[in-house]
């Protein structure tokens, strides 16, 4: 047992090792140009450290394998540095210790302020407490950090976005059997999300005009999961689907497949406006997505982060709860995105082209 203990807390400093090197390489751009000029991360170091008197932001991700993540990271560097200051990111692969090991990489490197995505909501905390004895606050970004006193939150109306994925369903579908294939239970969002699809669905529920047969998250809001999950209960239960409310459209990709050759007649949600996504909207196999524009979030945190690093106090539109008392936040507009609306909310946006969305 002991040497299975040390094996593990091993390789693990050996991941660590691994994903912060790989980091400093690709992901973690202090200025992205650097890299591209073919610095090396310690020559971009230097130069980071040189600036010091510019305000110097770290951003901890869970992950970088959703799509949106590198939207979040590119426009989120490109609004610190447009707002004169120095930002490093780095991501941990959707491992909490990693995440923590980073964050304290980041505060010994002098960040005045961290703006974290949680891997794990509770998991986070320790984070804000080791950035809090170093003199660093901290910014919960997209999922909120609980149980512990988080400087700021900006995210979307997470609840609002499992009600948006409700509504939409049922306005396909009135009646029947419905499954629910949540995120990562791990992930505050995740719960948000269920509560806001149950807000409408309680009442349909009490009606009996619908059934939730399947009501379940999806470890690590891995597609491959959310299709084995759905397929093993679809094949051992003798139940037919009308509708399946999936959290994102990396779930509603796996629920898609599990579905095989229902898929396009039951409808299924999704969130994050990824381009497959999309492209299954236009094909049929998919009813709809949510989109959050990662371009105004990245913006508002970097505002936010960049006043904080200057001492100013922040103005609060609105606290949500966690666990430790009512955290001052800023939430944004989700919206839906049917086949309907793809070309005014996403293609003249610039958000995507008619190219990748159409081929056209
Ligand atoms: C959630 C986020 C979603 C989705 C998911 C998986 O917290 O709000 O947009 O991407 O994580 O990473």
């Known amino acids: 047992m002991k040497i299975l203990v040390k094996t593990v807390f091993w390789i693990s400093i050996f991941m660590l090792f691994v994903i912060t090197a790989a980091c400093s390489g690709g992901d973690s751009s202090t200025n992205s140009a650097d890299s591209s000029e073919g610095g090396t991360a310690e020559a971009a170091d230097q130069k980071l450290r040189s600036n010091q008197e510019d305000p110097y932001v770290g951003f901890a991700l869970d992950t970088l394998r959703e799509d949106r993540w590198y939207r979040d990271k590119d426009a989120f560097e490109a609004a610190v540095q447009e707002q004169g200051g120095q930002v490093k990111t780095l991501a941990a692969n959707g491992n909490q210790d990693i995440q923590i090991q980073q964050a304290r990489l980041l505060i010994n490197e002098g960040v005045d302020v961290l703006v974290v995505v949680p891997t794990e909501a509770e998991g986070a905390s320790e984070i804000v407490s080791m950035a809090h004895d170093a003199g660093v606050k901290v910014i919960s970004y997209d999922r909120l950090i609980r149980g512990a006193d988080v400087d700021h939150y900006v995210s979307f ?204």
């Open 157 to 360: 109306d997470n609840e609002k976005v499992g009600e948006l994925q409700a509504e939409a369903i049922l306005n396909q579908t009135g009646e029947g059997n419905v499954a629910y294939v949540g995120g990562a239970e791990s992930d505050n969002n995740a719960v948000l999300f269920r509560e806001g699809a149950m807000n409408v669905l309680n009442s349909r529920m009490e009606s009996g005009d619908i059934n939730l047969v399947y009501d379940s998250y999806t470890e690590g809001w891995d597609p491959e999961t959310a299709r084995e999950d759905l397929s093993s209960f679809l094949n051992s239960n003798d139940v037919s689907l009308d509708a399946v409310i999936a959290a994102n459209d990396g779930t509603a990709g796996g629920v898609i497949e599990a579905l095989g050759n229902q898929a396009g007649d039951i409808p299924v949600s999704g969130q994050d406006a990824e381009l497959e996504a999309i492209r299954r909207i236009v094909e049929g196999t998919q009813t709809m997505t949510v989109y959050k524009s990662m371009e105004d979030l990245a913006g508002r945190a970097a505002g936010i982060a960049l006043n904080m690093a200057a001492g100013e106090d922040i103005p609060a539109e609105t606290t949500v709860e966690n666990g430790q008392g009512g955290i001052p936040s800023t939430l944004l507009e989700p919206v839906t995105v049917t086949e309907e609306n793809i070309d005014e909310t996403l293609i003249e946006s610039g958000y995507l082209t008619e190219e990748e969305v159409y081929g056209n």
